[in-house]
């Protein structure tokens, strides 16, 4: 059976120990079936395992969530091509209409290892102190998600969203000023007591590296003519192009 396929430059850049590119082949049938089955962000994880050639054992724990989303963006563009539409509602005038995304378009930024662990180190305007911070990959959220759904289940969490940006935002900090913070519960006061200030640095610290798919695009409103910014969603026709 012949079968498109191409290379693609990851995102994370080998950030985690994963690959730097994956071959892809266009999606089949066997694809559509895991969209009709799976309804969470593990349909996208699923898809791109099954489209991937090289490497045979690719494992998406490896990856960031931004190479899951480019590489879904780059099967669809290999499958149906890169042109699609969708909904679009304009924020100056207000009406909705019909809009053409262009995948090609959009641009991907590859992840700048160099000198990494310097710009995810940040010291804290309020508390004074100097925090190395991580990326979490796709893997360590997975586990995050796991332990959250474990609980729920047990009926253990009155707020599971609160909990899930506690136990997140613990996981990206690796050392206080140099030191590990071994004691769970310590480290949970430590970033749940945080002066928003603090906090706010803790994000715009990982904010600033920047990788994955640019989604980003002008469009101009139908009926006011002003140009406005759109982002290219997984819609409908996604997956299902009506032409």
Known sequence: MNTIEKTFD????????GPKQITLRAMT????????????????????????????DLDLGLLH???IIYL????RELTFGSTY????????????????????????????TENLDERLTCTLPILGDELQLKILSSGEINRLDRLIKQKVAKNKLKDPDSYEFTLKLMATIVTINGEEMLDEEAKRHYVDTLHLSD??????????????LDTTLIRTCDNCY?????????CPEFFRPSK
């Open 10 to 17: 990851v995102p994370s850049n080998g950030l985690f120990g």
């Open 29 to 56: 049938t066997k694809e559509e079936k895991i969209i009709l089955t799976t309804k969470d962000f593990s349909v996208f994880e699923r898809i791109v395992k099954s489209c991937c050639v090289e490497p045979k």
């Open 65 to 67: 969530q931004n190479d």
């Open 72 to 75: 879904i963006f780059a099967l």
């Open 85 to 112: 539409i969708q909904e679009f509602i304009c924020p100056d005038c207000g009406v909705k209409s019909e809009i053409e995304v262009d995948i090609a378009e959009m641009t991907v930024n590859i992840l700048d």
């Open 199 to 212: 906090l706010q640095m803790i994000q715009n610290t990982l904010n600033e590296i920047d990788f994955g």
């Open 226 to 234: 002003n140009d406005e910014e759109v982002r290219g969603l997984i």
